[in-house]
């Protein structure tokens, strides 16, 4: 049984009015004509607000291996839909900042994600609403696996985060070895550590980073 604070790797997809809208599976992907990267289980740890309530509740009611159909409502999925965070803002401020903005249009303003609802002139229309606001969901669940193990947890966060690193777990210490880190890396090196040391029986997160000159090879 799913407990919280455990790992799991969860297979998911998610509807509103019957259209997916994410999904981890790559044939109901390509079907939906979703592209937002390569669709692969996820590593989640329950009940700690990684999810929206009505997933996160419904996980921890579920087996290894079982699958389960759940309707989340608005209260337990993005909230009801919120007039007042619905502005308008100045077109100059959007210059300043070198952004056309367009109908549709997803951006970040004060750090908050937005939608712009409309332009008219020197106005811009910006919704502060998250998309799904107000809908009720539906999401096909499925726990594939649940990772009982430190070492197996900290693997599948290494394949996830930092898939060019060796990871390695003993005596409470996870050592993670890198060589030659890539442009991105300090980043997702933050986000591996903070997740790594969430997980039980781990005490101490040791990074090892390598640096060598690259082989040329010479061919005739």
């Known amino acids: 049984m799913v407990e919280k604070g455990v790992f799991i790797e969860l297979d998911y997809t998610g509807r509103v009015n019957g259209k997916v809208f994410d999904t981890t599976i790559k044939e109901v992907a390509d079907k939906a004509g979703l592209k937002r990267g390569e669709p692969k289980p996820v590593l989640i740890q329950v009940g700690m607000g ?7 509740e419904t996980l921890l009611k579920m087996k290894e291996g079982e699958e389960k159909t759940v309707k989340v409502p608005p209260e337990k ?11 308008v803002v100045p077109m100059k ?31 811009v229309r910006v919704d502060f609403n998250h998309e ?3 809908k009720e969901l ?8 649940i990772l009982k193990k430190p070492e197996e947890v900290l693997k599948v966060m290494g394949e996830k985060f930092l898939p060019e690193a060796q990871v390695s777990f003993k005596d409470g210490i996870c050592e993670l ?13 933050v986000l ?9 029986d ?4 040791k990074v090892v980073e390598t640096y060598k000159e690259p082989t040329i090879e010479i061919t005739q």
């Open 77 to 87: 999925g993005y909230g009801e839909r919120r007039p007042e965070l619905v502005r």
């Open 50 to 56: 990684e999810l929206i309530k009505g997933v996160d």
């Open 202 to 205: 781990v005490k101490e997160v």
């Open 192 to 200: 591996f550590v903070n997740r790594a040391m969430k997980v039980k």
């Open 93 to 123: 401020a959007f210059k300043q900042s070198n952004i056309k903005p367009v109908p549709g249009m997803l951006l970040t303003l004060d750090n908050m994600p937005a939608r712009i609802q409309s332009v008219n002139g020197g106005r």
């Open 132 to 134: 799904l606001a107000g």
């Open 138 to 145: 539906e999401f096909n669940l499925k726990v594939k696996r």
């Open 177 to 189: 070895h890198v060589e030659n880190p890539k442009k991105d890396y300090e980043q997702k090196k």
